[in-house]
């Protein structure tokens, strides 16, 4: 299987949610389907099948989680030699000209991104465009409203 790119943050984030997985959720939801059983007829019992769900949640989540960390390659760019190159994992400030604003994206992989925190995806248009670029070039990207230009403005490797 191909590695997927991940940055430190994201490999911490999904490291912190599988110890919770495991030693805090998997075990409340033991102890909830054993009480559940204690109560008799498992056919009509709400609150077995209910925590049964939320157990068969939890299995796949966790299985979900060490599937992407086995194939992770995690990257840390505060390692890195700053280039001055947008990389995966660079922070990058880009100026658009259109809307007369800048604006600040993190680069990072899929399972990470999130707009609204400024992450974006490294397969994205926007990012797929910054790649490999510099402080004062201009980024072409061909989006569905039509293409659109950003110059950039810094490089961060934080």
């Known amino acids: ?14 490291e912190m949610e599988l110890r ?3 030693s805090v959720r998997r075990p409340k939801v033991i102890q909830a389907i054993a009480e559940a059983r204690e ?17 068969g949640f939890i299995e796949g989540r966790i299985k979900d989680i060490e599937g992407k960390l086995s194939n992770a390659q995690i990257i840390d760019v505060t390692s890195m030699k700053d280039t001055g190159r947008v990389i995966f994992g660079t922070t990058v400030v880009i ?27 490294v397969s994205s248009p926007v990012a797929m465009a910054l790649i490999g670029k510099e402080v004062d070039d201009v980024a072409l990207v061909k989006a ?3 293409d659109k230009e950003y110059e950039i403005v810094a490089v961060k490797y934080i």
Do not use: C
């Not at 191909?2 to 984030?13: E, I, Q, R, S």
């Open 1 to 14: 299987m191909n590695k997927v790119p991940l940055t430190k943050a994201g490999a911490d984030k999904l």
């Open 20 to 22: 919770e997985l495991k």
């Open 39 to 55: 109560h008799g007829d498992l056919k009509e019992n709400a609150e077995y099948h209910a925590a049964r769900e939320e157990q």
């Open 95 to 121: 100026y658009d000209e259109d809307e007369d604003k800048e604006i600040t994206y993190q680069i990072v992989g899929e399972d990470e991104a999130n707009i609204k925190a400024g992450k974006i995806s």
């Open 144 to 146: 569905p409203s039509g």
